[in-house]
């Protein structure tokens, strides 16, 4: 009789249990997302659990010697890191549709009626860049650069959150800039205004958000099976990783920091609907095919990048809608004219007439 080789950690898992390993950040409860998605799954009878890891790497060690079966992180987390990746024996399979990718202004006023010269907080430099553009007049500040600034400034965000509600509500600012988790976790009381990519209102300032805002990546070991890790990754979430990783990826890195970057699948109907509202002849044709006839079966890949310069007075934009059978050729295409707009708009000028000034570069 022929000895029965033991089952594989894969089988094993694939009989009975799923074990995920999430790693929380301040502006994304990764661990909270994951169970309360695997909450509603259909896991077709198979018992769940999600444990906390401290960090990527710790992660990856338990994720590589079979003590979790799937690794759940912000996605930023995974970026830069595909040889560790690849050297522990996994792979980033996908990840999940970022819910609340846009930030919040947290103050009394809405951003239009903040009085003039108010003090706006934030330490992103793409965010404080959108803040001059709608509202020249601001002060925008970055945490340190706030008086009464405490010696061992928190680094901790949920500390600094804490501070900064204390600063406003002692009128030492008019208000600062945090993610959705991070006003949550922090208890804060007073209102908060989502800064929209989007707004409702045409004409509205726009707040296209930093790459990889809420977006989670799911790593799992190679030849883990598809079926299961599937279950908690996305299709949506994959696109978003792969353009946003392949964009992040071509773009200097000088201008990581000052870049707003936002992927989403749309349906055809919304997009109709929208185009219809804001008569905006461009977008409906988007869904038309070279007959005229709509496109109503594809999801749509809408990309929208921007970068701003630093009193936020110029913005160089780029925006894409394309069928999602075409959307991989189609960022290839996007980043052969961002570099090709960021190198005129950041040349110098030449002058048409000696006695002309300098012309200074657009960005």
């Given at each position: 009789?022929?000895?029965?080789?033991?089952?594989?950690?894969?089988?094993?898992?694939?009989?009975?249990?799923?074990?995920?390993?999430?790693?929380?950040?301040?502006?994304?409860?990764?661990?909270?997302?994951?169970?309360?998605?695997?909450?509603?799954?259909?896991?077709?009878?198979?018992?769940?659990?999600v444990n906390?890891?401290?960090?990527?790497?710790?992660?990856?060690?338990?994720?590589?010697?079979?003590?979790?079966?799937?690794?759940?992180?912000?996605?930023?987390?995974?970026?830069?890191?595909?040889?560790?990746?690849?050297?522990?024996?996994?792979?980033?399979?996908?990840?999940?549709?970022?819910?609340?990718?846009?930030?919040?202004?947290?103050?009394?006023?809405?951003?239009?009626?903040?009085?003039?010269?108010?003090?706006?907080?934030?330490?992103?430099?793409?965010?404080?860049?959108?803040?001059?553009?709608?509202?020249?007049?601001?002060?925008?500040?970055?945490?340190?650069?706030?008086?009464?600034?405490?010696?061992?400034?928190?680094?901790?965000?949920?500390?600094?959150?804490?501070?900064?509600?204390?600063?406003?509500?002692?009128?030492?600012i008019d208000?600062?800039?945090?993610?959705?988790?991070?006003?949550?976790?922090?208890?804060?009381?007073?209102?908060?205004?989502?800064?929209?990519?989007?707004?409702?209102?045409?004409?509205?300032?726009?707040?296209?958000?930093?790459?990889?805002?809420?977006?989670?990546?799911?790593?799992?070991?190679?030849?883990?099976?598809?079926?299961?890790?599937?279950?908690?990754?996305?299709?949506?979430?994959?696109?978003?990783?792969?353009?946003?990783?392949?964009?992040?990826g071509d773009?200097?890195?000088?201008?990581?920091?000052?870049?707003?970057?936002?992927?989403?699948?749309?349906?055809?109907?919304?997009?109709?609907?929208?185009?219809?509202?804001?008569?905006?002849?461009?977008?409906?044709?988007?869904?038309?095919?070279?007959?005229?006839?709509?496109?109503?079966?594809?999801?749509?890949?809408?990309?929208?990048?921007?970068?701003?310069?630093?009193?936020?007075?110029?913005?160089?934009?780029?925006?894409?809608?394309?069928?999602?059978?075409?959307?991989?050729?189609?960022?290839?295409?996007?980043?052969?004219?961002?570099?090709?707009?960021?190198?005129?708009?950041?040349?110098?000028?030449?002058?048409?007439?000696?006695?002309?000034?300098?012309?200074?570069?657009?960005?």
């Open positions: 009789m022929g000895m029965r080789s033991a089952p594989s950690l894969e089988v094993d898992a694939m009989e009975n249990r799923l074990i995920v390993g999430a790693l929380d950040s301040s502006s994304s409860k990764v661990s909270t997302q994951v169970s309360n998605h695997l909450d509603t799954a259909d896991l077709e009878g198979i018992a769940h659990s906390s890891v401290n960090d990527i790497s710790s992660g990856l060690d338990l994720l590589s010697e079979g003590d979790i079966d799937l690794l759940a992180v912000p996605a930023i987390e995974v970026i830069g890191r595909d040889v560790e990746i690849a050297e522990k024996g996994c792979k980033v399979n996908g990840a999940r549709t970022p819910r609340r990718p846009n930030l919040v202004l947290v103050s009394p006023n809405r951003l239009m009626y903040q009085p003039r010269s108010a003090i706006v907080v934030s330490d992103s430099e793409l965010i404080r860049r959108q803040l001059l553009r709608a509202r020249p007049d601001l002060q925008v500040l970055r945490s340190e650069q706030v008086a009464g600034v405490p010696e061992s400034k928190p680094l901790d965000s949920e500390e600094r959150g804490t501070w900064l509600a204390g600063m406003l509500e002692k009128g030492e208000g600062f800039v945090s993610s959705r988790s991070e006003y949550e976790q922090t208890g804060q009381t007073e209102r908060r205004h989502t800064l929209m990519s989007q707004p409702k209102v045409r004409g509205a300032p726009h707040f296209i958000p930093p790459p990889f805002s809420d977006l989670i990546a799911v790593v799992s070991r190679i030849g883990f099976p598809n079926a299961l890790s599937s279950k908690l990754t996305e299709p949506e979430g994959n696109t978003v990783l792969w353009v946003q990783s392949r964009v992040m773009v200097d890195p000088s201008m990581h920091d000052c870049i707003g970057l936002e992927v989403r699948h749309r349906q055809v109907g919304a997009i109709l609907r929208q185009a219809e509202e804001n008569r905006d002849l461009v977008l409906e044709q988007a869904c038309h095919d070279p007959d005229g006839e709509i496109y109503h079966d594809e999801v749509r890949v809408e990309v929208r990048m921007e970068a701003l310069s630093k009193d936020g007075r110029k913005t160089l934009s780029l925006e894409r809608l394309v069928a999602i059978s075409e959307y991989q050729r189609a960022i290839v295409a996007l980043m052969i004219d961002w570099g090709t707009m960021v190198k005129e708009s950041s040349r110098e000028v030449p002058r048409d007439h000696p006695t002309d000034e300098d012309a200074p570069p657009f960005l």
